[in-house]
């Protein structure tokens, strides 16, 4: 009996030992910066994508992939050369698929910028916002696949040309480039004409406009945010998963062997 119960103990000591090297899957973080949250029309900025906390092995990473994403109704189409590799790091762009690959001949070890997107907003979409992201992340070490979380960031289209001087009424100031924030969080059936804002309600120095003529409707409880994902991977996917699967059986097995050993004995 106390050769059974011992066994036992062994098996599932050896299953959970198992289970926790596999769990301790490698992992990093990547992040998304722009250089400005708040952007004027036909006006272009660059998003920077680095990484950081190489939880990687010995070896670093020396590539990373995953898929483009992005407004085209804010922004204008993105091809090859509007993506350039920072430290070294060379680009593949799938224009129709929105993929990017990034290969270096070293090994990465420590935090770094990767690479760098120029993009340029449209005309006629002051007011608006867009968001871009890239996804379905992954870094390999010349020996497995390493993911990462989704990142993303937003940005908002402010009026072409706003520099922060007053109107022509001399009423009201713009001097953060930011738009739609009202006091009561609320803009509604107002009009912009002639560069002048007709409601006082309109404070914090805001400016809510189109264009010349345009009517604002039913705006509530807009803000300008950037959203960077740096939560790492922890390791658990399908592939871990299955392996979870296969070294329970293998300790299972291992038990059933024990126990007929052991009638065999006896």
Do not use: C
Not at 72 to 90: H, M, R, V, Y
Not at 134 to 150: F, G, L, V
Not at 255 to 266: F, G, M, P, R, T
Request: aromatic content about 6%; cysteine-free.
């Amino acid at each position: 009996m106390k050769s059974k119960v011992l066994n036992i103990g062994l098996v599932i000591a050896l299953v959970i030992w198992l289970l926790t090297v596999t769990v301790s899957a490698l992992s990093f973080t990547a992040t998304m910066k722009a250089s400005n949250t708040t952007v004027a029309e036909s006006t272009e900025f660059t998003i920077t994508v680095n990484v950081s906390n190489l939880d990687v092995g010995t070896n670093g990473i020396n590539s990373l992939s995953g898929y483009l994403k992005y407004d085209s109704d804010i922004f204008e189409t993105i091809s090859k050369s509007s993506i350039e590799g920072l430290n070294n790091w060379a680009v593949k762009f799938d224009e129709t698929t929105g993929k990017i690959e990034l290969t270096k001949t070293d090994f990465v070890k420590s935090a770094e910028e990767v690479f760098q997107i120029t993009f340029k907003t449209k005309s006629d979409v002051s007011g608006e916002s867009g968001t871009i992201s890239y996804a379905n992340i992954s870094a390999s070490n010349s020996e497995s696949e390493i993911k990462a979380t989704d990142i993303s960031t937003s940005i908002t289209v402010g009026s072409a040309g706003s520099s922060g001087n007053t109107d022509n009424t001399g009423n009201v100031s713009n001097t953060n480039n930011i738009i739609s924030i009202v006091s009561n969080n609320t803009v509604r059936n107002n009009t912009v004409k002639n560069n002048s804002v007709n409601n006082t309600n309109v404070s914090n120095n805001a400016v809510v406009n189109k264009s010349s003529n345009n009517a604002v409707n039913n705006v509530t409880n807009y803000t300008n945010t950037t959203v960077e994902q740096d939560m790492p991977y922890t390791g658990v996917n399908d592939t871990i998963l299955a392996l979870t699967f296969v070294v329970i059986g293998i300790a299972i097995a291992f038990y059933v062997k024990i126990e007929k050993l052991n009638k065999d004995i006896k």
